[in-house]
């Protein structure tokens, strides 16, 4: 997943259209399934059955693997490049497949991803060092005046925004987006409304909707969906 140029690059809407691909939503850190397993020997089988499949050495996915299923992740990233490629949708066919083949049914429905936006009302640029130097992140190759990536894929991206408007102290702010199938969006929207939240702004749905605790603190629900 670290070549240095794609050439084969393609929106996240058109991945999940691809066929083969249903198996799959994109999310913010790439197209992403869970197959739920019964045991944790069952999740390591399925996880050797991936491993074997032919060329999946040259673009490996991101597994997480647990006692109750495992998680699969696609993503290309390259010095000009993040996001879905016709090589993901040639992995994902061969994953869904596989996991068919060990009697498994891929649910997508679960999917989900964390992402972290610091805020600033001056230039980004006098904030990115500081967050690197405390999270030992990278700059994402293809955007590394913006944004910063786990060097491991584990853990959540920081991408950088500027605020049109600062805090009343005249500072900037955090807020968290979670990435859902675009399926499950609308619902986790009214499920945070109805437990006391508030909606800030809604006019970039369904791209994202701002939301907001009782205390200010604000959450994007986030999906895909347009975003071609």
Known sequence: MTAKTTTDGISPNAFEDAGGTEDWRVIGD????????GSLAESARLVAAIAD????????PDVDIRADGVTVRLLTYADDYYGMSQRDVEAARQISA?????????????????????GTPTAISEIVPFWRALLGYEPRRDSPEEDLVDPGNRLPGFWFEHMNEARGDGGGAIHIAIWLPFEQAEARVQAALAAGGRMV????????WTLADAAGNEADISTVRHRD
């Open 98 to 118: 596989a996991a068919r083949g060990l009697g498994l049914e891929p649910d997508p429905s679960v999917v989900h991803s964390l992402l972290v936006i610091p």
């Open 53 to 60: 499949l032919e060329g999946i050495a040259d673009h490996p």
């Open 30 to 37: 790439g197209g992403t399934t869970f197959v739920p397993t």
């Open 201 to 208: 702004r809604d006019e970039h749905a369904p791209n994202w």
